[in-house]
T-cell receptor
Framework: GESVGLHLPTLSVQEGDNSIINCAYSNSASDYFIWYKQESGKGPQFIIDIRSNMDKRQGQRVTVLLNKTVKHLSLQIAATQPGDSAVYFCAESWVNTPLVFGKGTRLSVIA | GAVVSQHPSRVICKSGTSVKIECRSLDFQATTMFWYRQFPKQSLMLMATSNEGSKATYEQGVEKDKFLINHASLTLSTLTVTSAHPEDSSFYIC?????????FGSGTRLTVV
């Protein structure tokens, strides 16, 4: 289930299930979006990106969906594994401006 | 692939002292680097954009005299936290842009005591 904590919402999933992490972005002019994974005490790790001229992009076990109408981005992780436990951030950029990060979601995988 | 090296990974300093954090692009040249700050259980907040050979651009609310940024070469940007106070304790992360992509350093945990 999903719960909103003091700062970061948390999504708990059973190992092997699919995870869906959502993100609402702020700027309708944004043309580039990235999902990052961050483990405790480390910098963000690139997962997958998508440009605004696409609405779906697939990687290995991950899929990003972009809905520009409602400014919504989602990350789907198939067959979630314990190693997927981390905080996930979406980030947006437009015309090569600095990345602006969303609030983040903590994914907790239950073995 | 592009690698950004950030040092130190962890530093403890006394109140009133200054701390320098280095961010290096190892296998590419970065005319633009970015500095972020992250408090526990929060997102990354952009502090400033570091431009090689020119002054950094600071985000609103970030004191440029407290957070000194120097980008003297195409592979090195430094962030100096001057006269550090306990409230400056945070996780600082640098990023460099290469083409259309962004590469992040591993972060620096600063603790001011």
């Amino acid at each position: 289930g999903e719960s909103v904590g003091l700062h970061l919402p948390t999504l708990s999933v059973q190992e092997g299930d699919n995870s869906i992490i959502n993100c609402a972005y702020s700027n309708s002019a944004s043309d580039y979006f990235i999902w990052y994974k961050q483990e405790s005490g480390k910098g963000p790790q690139f997962i997958i990106d998508i440009r605004s001229n696409m609405d779906k992009r697939q990687g290995q076990r991950v899929t990003v969906l972009l809905n520009k109408t409602v400014k919504h981005l989602s990350l789907q992780i198939a067959a979630t594994q314990p190693g997927d436990s981390a905080v996930y951030f979406c980030a947006e950029s437009w015309v090569n401006t600095p990345l602006v990060f969303g609030k983040g979601t903590r994914l907790s995988v239950i073995a | 692939g592009a690698v950004v090296s950030q040092h130190p990974s962890r530093v403890i300093c006394k109140s009133g002292t200054s701390v320098k954090i280095e961010c290096r692009s190892l296998d590419f040249q970065a005319t633009t680097m970015f500095w972020y700050r992250q408090f526990p259980k929060q997102s990354l907040m952009l502090m400033a954009t570091s431009n090689e050979g020119s002054k950094a651009t600071y985000e609103q609310g970030v004191e440029k005299d407290k957070f000194l940024i120097n980008h003297a070469s195409l592979t090195l940007s430094t962030l100096t936290v001057t006269s550090a106070h306990p409230e400056d304790s945070s996780f600082y992360i640098c990023s460099a842009r290469q083409g259309v992509g962004y590469t992040f350093g591993s972060g620096t945990r600063l603790t001011v005591v």
